[in-house]
């Protein structure tokens, strides 16, 4: 493992239940209430995608300059909600703190635009990567593997001496096809591991990186490559 190429929201910032929020808010402001079951096909998309799932639900057929104000207001909703903050999810603390030690380059990889990504980023905290990755910055974001290409590029690695960890279903389709080998880490209620990514809790029986030190991830890189592609 030469790399480590993470996503940001729901992976290293449990910032999934504040889109959570802006998207049923938005979704109520669209006309009707979102059922989590739809909200879970959102989680790793970007914001075009967001709204079009949302258009589909209600019914609306959206032209391009509404849909453009949706995601907009997507945004929007989504710093109001992230006023309070976000906290890191179990276990990455120690193994971004790890990782640098040990000088394994590691890029934030996010579908995310970047002037909204930024407010994750300064949370976590931008000192620990040797680059960022935004949905705005690729010619096709996540689940086209642009953007993890890109992270591999910024560690000076091949896609399959990478480690990529994801939570969405997208996002982890997005590493596998650009070659990464690829950790998913689901949130609860977030669908199976796409083909060739490797689920946490099938691997390890843990349900969060809580309790993973960098030695155990390098394992499990080792063992992803076994992942049929």
């Given at each position: 493992?030469?790399?480590?190429?993470?996503?940001?929201?729901?992976?290293?910032?449990?910032?999934?239940?504040?889109?959570?929020?802006?998207?049923?808010?938005?979704?109520?402001?669209?006309?009707?209430?979102?059922?989590?079951?739809?909200?879970?096909?959102?989680?790793?998309?970007?914001?075009?995608?967001?709204?079009?799932?949302?258009?589909?639900?209600?019914?609306?057929?959206?032209?391009?300059?509404?849909?453009?104000?949706?995601?907009?207001?997507?945004?929007?909703?989504?710093?109001?909600?992230?006023?309070?903050?976000?906290?890191?999810?179990?276990?990455?603390?120690?193994?971004?703190?790890?990782?640098?030690?040990?000088?394994?380059?590691?890029?934030?990889?996010?579908?995310?635009?970047?002037?909204?990504?930024?407010?994750?980023?300064?949370?976590?905290?931008?000192?620990?990567?040797?680059?960022?990755?935004?949905?705005?910055?690729?010619?096709?974001?996540?689940?086209?593997?642009?953007p993890y290409l890109a992270g591999a590029r910024i560690a000076g690695a091949a896609p399959g001496e990478c480690l990529a960890v994801e939570d969405s279903p997208g996002g982890a389709t997005a590493a596998v096809a650009a070659g990464c080998r690829t950790l998913y880490?689901?949130?609860?209620?977030?669908?199976?591991?796409?083909?060739?990514?490797?689920?946490?809790?099938?691997?390890?029986?843990?349900?969060?990186?809580?309790?993973?030190?960098?030695?155990?991830?390098?394992?499990?890189?080792?063992?992803?490559?076994?992942?049929?592609?």
């Amino acid at each position: 493992m030469k790399a480590i190429l993470w996503d940001m929201d729901g992976t290293l910032l449990d910032s999934e239940p504040l889109w959570g929020r802006a998207t049923h808010a938005l979704a109520r402001e669209l006309g009707g209430p979102l059922p989590e079951e739809v909200r879970a096909r959102t989680i790793g998309g970007s914001a075009p995608r967001t709204v079009g799932i949302i258009a589909e639900h209600l019914g609306l057929d959206l032209d391009a300059a509404a849909r453009a104000r949706a995601g907009e207001r997507l945004f929007e909703l989504f710093l109001e909600a992230a006023r309070g903050g976000a906290e890191l999810r179990p276990g990455v603390a120690g193994l971004l703190a790890e990782a640098r030690a040990a000088g394994i380059p590691q890029v934030l990889v996010t579908n995310t635009v970047r002037r909204v990504a930024g407010v994750g980023i300064a949370a976590i905290g931008p000192g620990w990567f040797a680059g960022t990755v935004c949905g705005d910055e690729v010619p096709a974001g996540k689940p086209a593997p642009d953007p993890y290409l890109a992270g591999a590029r910024i560690a000076g690695a091949a896609p399959g001496e990478c480690l990529a960890v994801e939570d969405s279903p997208g996002g982890a389709t997005a590493a596998v096809a650009a070659g990464c080998r690829t950790l998913y880490v689901p949130g609860p209620g977030v669908g199976p591991a796409p083909a060739g990514a490797g689920e946490l809790a099938a691997l390890t029986g843990r349900r969060d990186l809580a309790g993973v030190d960098l030695a155990a991830l390098g394992e499990l890189h080792r063992r992803l490559g076994g992942v049929e592609q």
